[in-house]
C-alpha cells in the first residue's frame, strides 16, 4: 500500500512562487523505481497532467507551465517536489501527486494517488 501526501498549497499573488512536496510512504515500495507525477485540477475543467519524471531523471512538462515549473525528487527522503514560479491566475488548481506503475514517464493512469492540495493564484 502506498500512501502520498502533498504539501505546500496556498495563496500567491501572480508571479510569485510555491514549491509543493509529495512524500510517499508504505511496504514493499521502493521509491527510486517509480516515475513520478503532479496533476492538476483547474475550477471547472478536466484533470490534467502537469508534469512528469522517470526513475532515470527524465522529465516531461504541460506545455503551458514549461519553463516555468520544474520537477524533481529526493529518492532518499522519498519525496516529490514541484518547484512552481512565475504564477499566473490560470494555475490555480488542486494539485496531486501520483506514482505510475513502472519506472518510465507513461501514459498509463497512475493507481497511486495524494488528496490534493490547494493552491490558489490571486491578487
Known amino acids: 500500500q502506498v500512501q502520498l501526501v502533498e504539501s505546500g498549497g496556498g495563496l500567491v499573488q501572480p508571479g510569485g512562487s510555491l514549491r509543493l512536496s509529495c512524500a510517499a510512504s508504505?511496504?514493499?515500495?521502493?521509491?527510486?523505481?517509480?516515475?513520478m507525477y503532479w496533476y492538476r485540477r483547474c475550477p471547472g475543467k478536466e484533470r490534467e497532467l502537469v508534469a512528469s519524471?522517470?526513475?532515470?531523471?527524465?522529465?516531461k512538462y504541460e506545455d503551458s507551465v514549461l519553463g516555468r515549473f520544474r520537477i524533481s525528487r529526493d529518492n532518499v527522503k522519498k519525496e516529490l517536489y514541484l518547484q512552481m514560479n512565475m504564477l499566473k491566475p490560470e494555475d490555480t488548481a488542486v494539485y496531486y501527486c501520483?506514482?505510475?506503475?513502472?519506472?518510465?514517464?507513461?501514459?498509463?493512469?497512475?493507481?497511486?494517488w495524494g488528496q490534493g492540495t490547494q493552491v490558489t493564484v490571486s491578487s
Open positions: 519524471l522517470s526513475s532515470f531523471g527524465h522529465t
Open positions: 508504505g511496504s514493499g515500495f521502493t521509491f527510486s523505481n517509480y516515475a
Open positions: 501520483a506514482k505510475g506503475a513502472r519506472s518510465l514517464i507513461s501514459d498509463q493512469e497512475p493507481a497511486d
